[in-house]
């Protein structure tokens, strides 16, 4: 399936070159103060995503590390942008009662809101997870009859918050043509673009362990972690354009941050709390290529993360490193007044939102 719907995003470009031909008189006109940047902020873009993106971790487990995953191989999402404000609602796709009975019924919610501006971009996410299964249960003790069943924390649940700000030097450059579609890069330029990230996340239940379809047992010793960590990130980030509204993406960003966690290990003589820190370096690099025209906006991307944060007894480890793909298709068009209403009156609120819009 997953291919199918790369293949298809690929042929979008041929697809929609004659139709472009017939909408190069929108009823709102873009701003093109910049030859570098052609604007459509007046514009709503509703693009559909689909990517492979889930959330790992290594926990302390019978004198291990468990690999736990959650159970949501493909997830979507409906993208909506408008001016400064990109809104991202994901939902994931039903599984089998197979899949339910071998790797657990996953519940997934997950808020992501960008504040783009000129120089500055913000990105503001919630995600919580409830479910998940040991992705090496066969490197433990437990041994079932059915090979395909994975030893499962029901009641294991993660949430997170994370923001992430970038502050890019170029303003030739545009970061709405990649991540919000609400600009169109009509030549080829780079920037230097450096940034924080910041994350708190908790971690909790996997005293409860269902080891066979009809067994479960609790544990005696157990985590529940919480933490915060900083990253300081400096990258470069290039956009290539060729043929009119094709595009190609790429950049690097490596960083370097701080964890500081609190673990508390449970045991039937009581709980003991451990408060430490980590330091660690990050590498964040994904290349993308699509097709940005007036009307229809088309792509495909890969994002690739390591972490050289390490696994210690007493805490939680995020997934040192992560792979993840994802396409999507959208259409822009005049916003309705529904949704500009509020927008303005954001911005007669906070006046430096409808400014920053008009800067060049």
């Known amino acids: 399936m997953l291919k199918r719907i790369v293949l298809f995003v690929i042929l979008i470009p041929l697809l929609t070159f004659s139709q472009e031909a017939s909408t190069e008189n929108d009823s709102i006109p873009p701003t093109t103060e910049n030859s570098f940047i052609e604007k459509h902020h007046q514009q709503l873009n509703i693009n559909f995503e689909v990517s492979n ?18 159970n949501l191989s493909i997830r979507y999402a409906f993208v909506f942008s408008y001016k400064f404000l990109s809104i991202r609602l994901g939902f994931r796709p039903p599984v089998s009662d197979e899949e339910k009975q071998n790797k657990g019924d996953s519940k997934s919610f997950r808020l992501r809101v960008k504040l783009l501006f000129d120089k500055w971009s913000h990105q503001f996410e919630y995600n919580r997870n409830e479910g998940y299964y040991i992705g090496n249960s066969s490197d433990f003790s437990f041994n079932t009859e059915n090979e395909n069943f994975h030893t499962q924390f029901p009641n294991l649940a993660t949430n997170e918050f994370q923001g992430i700000s970038l502050y890019k030097f170029n303003d030739n450059f ?18 230097f673009m450096p940034g924080f990230i910041y994350k708190y996340y908790n971690i909790k239940g996997t ?4 080891i066979a379809p009809s067994e479960t047992i609790y544990r005696e010793n157990y985590n529940e972690v919480y933490g915060i960590d900083f990253t300081a990130n400096a990258g470069y980030y290039y956009t290539f354009v060729f043929h009119k509204y094709l595009f190609a993406h790429a950049y690097v960003n490596p960083g370097l941050g701080i964890d500081f966690y609190n ?5 039937l003589n009581g709980s003991d709390i451990n408060n430490g820190n980590d330091l660690f370096y990050v590498l964040n690099t994904g290349a ?3 097709y940005n025209g007036k009307k229809i906006f088309a792509g495909a991307a890969y ?8 696994f210690h007894s007493k805490g939680v480890q995020i997934q040192p490193s992560k792979d993840q793909f994802h396409v999507y298709i ?13 927008v303005e009156k954001i911005e007669e609120i906070v006046p430096i939102l409808k400014e920053d819009e008009n800067k060049n």
Do not use: C, H, M
């Open 53 to 70: 993106e889930r959330t790992n971790y290594f926990v302390p487990f019978e004198e291990g590390q468990a690999s736990v995953k959650s």
């Open 263 to 267: 673990s508390t290990s449970y045991t």
């Open 174 to 191: 545009s970061l709405r043509a990649v991540e919000s579609q609400t600009e169109i890069q009509i030549k080829s330029v780079g920037t």
């Open 288 to 290: 993308s290529i699509g």
């Open 330 to 342: 959208g259409y822009r068009f005049r916003a309705p007044k529904q949704v500009r209403k509020p």
């Open 207 to 210: 005293e409860e362990v269902k």
């Open 303 to 310: 994002d690739y993360t390591y972490a050289s944060e390490k």
